[in-house]
């Protein structure tokens, strides 16, 4: 059995690109691997300097797990802060990075580009995130395209550290979905929380309509021709819509016909009926904060267990064990 591990920050509304980039390929491992899914709120510490969205982020996460069908009795479940061996094995790592690695990271210029504090965490963000990948032996990390170049540096380090100190760290291998690499936003760029142009998961009817209806189209004529291909509407309706609804509208595009507006009506009908009962199931967990408090927690036990053991290994490799 393979070992699976990714991590979500709760930093926002969990959108379809989560969703498609990450969550669903984790929970459909849940029977063939062994998973390891975690909330990393240490990361989302470099963005959010807001007490209590932090801790309501955090129960927001796990209630989108579950709701969405992640059984935490069929894989470890945490929250990255309490398993706070992570930080250690951290710094140990940074001890190894070579700061040229961090300097070319696009998502550190990116973050700083849109107007986020350059602090010392955002430049370590990909040490931490080796260390989340490293603490747990991981094998396999499915992520969306962004994150490919965390993984290369999750490499990197791992590699160095096998080579100064002797084999320690498997040399995790990233999986992106090709079809679902890069979910596009209601403009048509990659769907992020930091562009502003999601389509949450768990939005009520209302609000759910609108942000489809805002989905932004050309203004080619119903009857003209249309490529399927370059159409972010048509890209989004590839993800929820049966084969044969596909192939219909596919024609309408290709030979006219497609009007906008009732292709959108479909997809948010879609959406609404893809997430009707996980919604249901969200709102029940949310009610109940003190269950997901104590899932959380075994969570936590199990995965402080596995870390211990890392951590042992490391610590008489590097010498810090007299
Ligand atoms: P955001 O960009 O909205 O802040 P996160 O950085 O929290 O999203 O990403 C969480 C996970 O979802 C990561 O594995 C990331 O690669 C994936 N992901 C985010 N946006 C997309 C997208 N538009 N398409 C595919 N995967 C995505
Ligand atoms: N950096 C990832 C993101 O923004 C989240 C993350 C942190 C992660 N640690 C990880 C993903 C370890 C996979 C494995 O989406």
Redesign the pocket.
Known sequence: MKRI?????PSGQLHIGNYFG?MKTMISNMEKADLYV?I?DL?ALTTVHDRDRLRQGTLEAAADFLALGLDPDRCTFWV?SDVPEVCELMWILSTLTPMGLLERCH?YKDKIAKGIAPSHGLFA?PV??AA??LLFQ?EV?P??K??KQ??EVARDIAAKFNNTYGETFVIPEPAINETTAIVPGLDGQKMSKSYGNTIPIFLDDKALRKRVMAIQTDATPVEAPKDPDRCNLFALLRLFAPPEKLAEVHDLYVNGGAAYGYIKQDLFELIRDHFAEARLRKKELLDNPDYLRQVLARGAEKARARAAETMDLVRDRVGLSY
């Open positions: 591990l990714s991590g979500i920050q990450m975690f990393v990361h990255q998502s963000y931490l995130m989340d990948i991981s990390v992520v969306g962004d994150q965390h993984l």
